[in-house]
């Protein structure tokens, strides 16, 4: 157990639906991570918040928003989906963020499935 | 843009016999970390290396980054089932956040 929640755990929806995946980092961490893992695509970063303020960007789509809230939970909102959006999202927390420094682990969480119908 | 290749692609073998998997980039990393993922769950990191040419070892895997700081192995000696899984390696710059290689599908035979 890494310490990073995720829910759902599975989610089954249609084209063009809007969802909402949520994540709450581990105890003490201040910076969020989202990834979508395809079969196709391996491992994408899609974007990092730190102590409730965006800080890095990946391959995020315009239709896909997050946010970290004060609490540091964070959302990953995914709107007018496409089948293509059917995917592992994980959520990954970590101490300080900064990126490649070698003390800062990622750990992550066990994954949103979504599934676009 | 950085990008990690992985090799093999996918690894098949028999319980005990060793095995090498690889991560390539052109690019220079300031640190590559080595993941292992099992089916249903996300990615446990199990080394960080930060220094060209350093070996890291933890119980039967070696972990090793090039002198260039471009590339890794990692090693698993007499492998076993629960050496099963998706192996992801995953390099930064400083400043830039991790990229990861598409993974290397072990899976070991009983």
């Known amino acids: 157990d890494s310490g990073v929640t995720q829910t759902p755990k599975h989610l089954i929806t249609a084209t063009g639906q809007r969802v909402t995946l949520r994540c709450s980092p581990r105890s003490g961490d201040l910076s969020v991570y989202w990834y979508q893992q395809s079969l196709d695509q391996g491992l994408q970063f899609l974007i990092q918040y730190y102590n409730g303020e965006e800080r890095a960007k990946g391959n995020i789509l315009e239709r896909f928003s997050a946010q970290q809230f004060p609490d540091l939970h964070s959302e990953l909102n995914l709107s007018s989906l496409e089948l293509g959006d059917s995917a592992l999202y994980f959520c990954a927390s970590s101490v300080s963020g900064l990126a490649g420094a070698s003390t800062d682990t990622q750990y992550f969480g066990p994954g949103t499935r979504l599934t676009v119908l | 843009t950085q990008l990690l290749e992985q090799s093999p692609q996918f690894l098949s073998i028999q319980e005990g016999e060793n095995l090498t998997v690889y991560c390539n980039s052109s690019s220079v990393f300031s640190s590559l970390q080595w993941y292992r993922q099992e089916p249903g769950e996300g990615p446990v990191l199990l080394v960080t290396v930060v220094t060209g040419g350093e070996v890291k070892k933890l119980k039967r895997l070696t972990f090793q980054f090039g002198d260039a700081r471009k590339d890794s192995s990692l090693h698993i000696t007499a492998a076993q089932p629960g050496d099963t899984g998706l192996y992801l390696c995953?390099?930064?710059?400083?400043?830039?956040?991790?990229?990861f290689g598409p993974g290397t599908r072990l899976s070991v035979l009983p």
């Open positions: 995953a390099g930064a710059s400083y400043g830039q956040n991790f990229v």
